[in-house]
Antibody
Framework: QVQLVESGGGLVQPGRSLRLSCTAS????????MHWVRQIPGQGLEWTAY????????FYADSVKGRFTISRDNSKNTVFLQMDTLRPEDTALYFC???????????????WGQGILVTVSS | DIQMTQSPSSLSASVGDRVTITCRAS??????LAWYQQKPGKAPKPLIY???SLKTGVPSRFSGYGSGKEFTLTISGLQPDDFATYYC?????????FGQGTKLEVK
């Protein structure tokens, strides 16, 4: 069955960095684009970043552009989110998600991890 | 950027009721709209793709409709398991924006 497991979250001070990882299994990871979506506790879903299956396209929400970097290692079935210059407002549960259809960018989010909590506080 | 406006933000209903949630896009997204259900502490669960295509395994009491800028999610004959928060999301292009969510509560 499909599994996505996030890791790397925790408590970090404002201005510092953190790198999230998400390791996938059960679907052909190297053919599918991947997203990160975050959710402040008690609030709605906020799309955060996307990377295409072949690393040729990356997109970011304005709120994280220039501070966060998405990347992937298809040999390890893993997608990363490097988060730099963290702010208290980045505190959220971060989900990784794989898209439904291979190759294309116009495809919904199908496979979801359980989420990992990032807390930015001094 | 495409903005997604979802309404209502909350909804009270009883088991057996029929409810409809609306999602409006700030510009046309054709049929590239998905609906997700989320329960507290859990990841979102996909329900509907391409505005009206029910994901395999999702009960037929869920239905989606629309194209262009206006979309609806209808649940006919609410079941206890349906009380949750529902989100629409456009995937026509970046940023892949979500609606604000609709919390469906027991009346």
């Amino acid at each position: 069955q499909v599994q996505l497991v996030e890791s790397g979250g925790g408590l970090v001070q404002p201005g510092r960095s953190l790198r999230l990882s998400c390791t996938a299994s059960g679907f052909p990871f190297s053919l599918h684009g991947m997203h990160w979506v975050r959710q402040i506790p008690g609030q709605g879903l906020e799309w955060t970043a996307y990377i295409s299956y072949d690393d040729s396209n990356k997109f970011y929400a304005d709120s994280v552009k220039g501070r966060f970097t998405i990347s992937r290692d298809n040999s390890k079935n893993t997608v990363f989110l490097q988060m730099d210059t963290l702010r208290p407002e980045d505190t959220a549960l971060y989900f990784c998600a794989g898209v439904a259809e291979p190759y294309t960018m116009i495809t919904p989010l199908e496979y979801w991890g359980q989420g990992i909590l990032v807390t930015v506080s001094s | 950027d495409i903005q997604m406006t979802q309404s209502p933000s909350s909804l009270s209903a009883s088991v057996g009721d029929r409810v409809t949630i609306t999602c409006r896009a700030s510009q046309s997204i054709s049929i590239w709209l998905a609906w997700y259900q989320q329960k507290p502490g859990k990841a979102p669960k996909p329900l509907i793709y391409k505005a009206s295509s029910l994901k395999t395994g999702v009960p037929s009491r869920f239905s989606g409709y629309g194209s262009g800028k206006e979309f609806t999610l209808t649940i006919s004959g609410l079941q206890p398991d349906d009380f949750a928060t529902y989100y629409c999301q456009q995937y026509s292009g970046s940023p892949y924006s979500f609606g604000q969510g609709t919390k469906l509560e027991v009346k």
